[in-house]
């Protein structure tokens, strides 16, 4: 489907391509203690510490980093969902069990993934989870996410929202990418929190 002409995308390109930018510039040291930071932050939330599975996802290149949360919330005895990209960009679901249990996977031109290189348990697992964490580039003041463009997580929650399903959903982000306006259409739907390094920050709805 094209997306030409659909109202916000051009600022959305801007905008990504700037907050990409600044990611960019993040240095090994960086990356390292914000995910430290993140992961504490994180594990604070009550949304977590309460869910039997959570839907994650490994980052990779400058993107805030999740291994240290993922392998504190494994072992917690919390269930962990991990994605595997399809060819159609929607995304089907493995449980991970340490980082022995990684694949990295190579799609095409874009970068490389970590996915689960265990069984798969289908598109339709992420509705049993009681949190979503997605990636993101930029929450706004409402809640509304920026996303990198792929339409992955639009999937997601369209699949969330038919099945009934409602699961806290939580961006993880850099404390920089929390800003005033995001660009919106009319399929976007707000998260309920935003974790950064130096705190959370909820959002109108109830989780």
């Given at each position: 489907m094209s997306h030409i002409g659909r109202p916000g995308e051009p600022?959305?390109?801007?905008?990504?391509?700037?907050?990409?930018?600044?990611?960019?510039?993040?240095?090994a040291d960086d990356l390292r203690e914000t995910a430290l930071a993140l992961a504490r932050r994180a594990l604070e939330l009550p949304e977590l510490a309460r869910a039997g599975t959570v839907a994650a996802y490994v980052s990779v290149g400058s993107e805030p980093g999740t291994r240290a949360l993922l392998d504190t919330l494994r072992a917690r005895g919390v269930r962990v969902l991990l994605p595997a990209l399809l060819p159609d960009n929607d995304l089907d679901w493995g449980v991970y069990e340490?980082?022995?249990?990684?694949?990295?996977?190579?799609?095409?031109?874009?970068?490389?993934?970590?996915?689960?290189?265990?069984?798969?348990l289908g598109p339709d697992a992420v509705t049993a989870a009681?949190?979503?964490l997605l990636p993101g580039l930029a929450v706004d003041t409402r809640g509304m996410r920026l996303g990198r463009g792929g339409g992955s997580y639009d999937r997601v929650l369209a699949r969330l929202e038919r099945a009934g399903s409602r699961p806290s959903l939580v961006v993880l982000l850099y404390d920089s990418e929390v800003v005033g306006h995001v660009p919106e259409e009319p399929h976007d739907r707000p998260v309920h929190a935003v974790v950064t390094p130096s705190g959370v920050r909820r959002f109108g709805q109830e989780t």
């Open positions: 600022d959305k390109r801007s905008l990504r391509r700037d907050l990409l930018a600044v990611r960019n510039r993040l240095t340490g980082e022995g249990s990684l694949a990295r996977v190579q799609h095409g031109g874009r970068m490389a993934l970590f996915e689960p290189a265990g069984a798969r009681d949190a979503v």
